[in-house]
């Protein structure tokens, strides 16, 4: 199962892009979290991030969350960041991909196909 975002014409990234933007995302929670005066960027992203293989794996804490994939491939027409779930993957897995998926596709635009095979189209950032 996975979901993928179409990147707009022209525009390219690389994993350890996505990897800085994961990072920006995780601190963004963490201000929220500080903010609320808990501990909210840990409830918002329970992962451990590690890298193999030109892929991101997103270790999930082993209770309600398992993990999560984050790969980029370049075609001659686009660039496509991919979020893939691996098997035995939990609801919750699911829940965080959509929403970081969600998140990278209003930070970098472009065409977001996601888990249930609907399409979402973001503005040029």
């Not at 601190?27 to 929220?32: D, H, I, M, S």
Request: include cysteine; aromatic fraction near 10%.
């Amino acid at each position: 199962m996975n979901t993928c975002l179409k990147l707009p014409a022209g525009k390219t990234v690389t994993i350890e892009e996505v990897k800085q933007l994961l990072e920006r995302y995780r601190t963004a929670l963490g201000k929220t979290g500080e903010q609320l005066g808990w501990a909210y960027g840990q409830a918002a992203f329970p992962y451990a991030v590690g890298e193999h293989e030109a892929a991101l794996y997103l270790q999930g804490d082993g209770r309600l969350y398992k993990g999560i994939v984050i790969s980029v491939r370049t075609t001659e027409e686009a660039t496509f960041i991919d979020v893939a779930l691996p098997p035995g993957a939990t609801h919750g897995d699911k829940g965080k991909a959509n929403e970081f998926s969600k998140w990278l596709g209003k930070a970098l635009g472009g065409e977001l196909h996601l888990f249930s095979g609907r399409t979402m189209v973001f503005g040029s950032a």
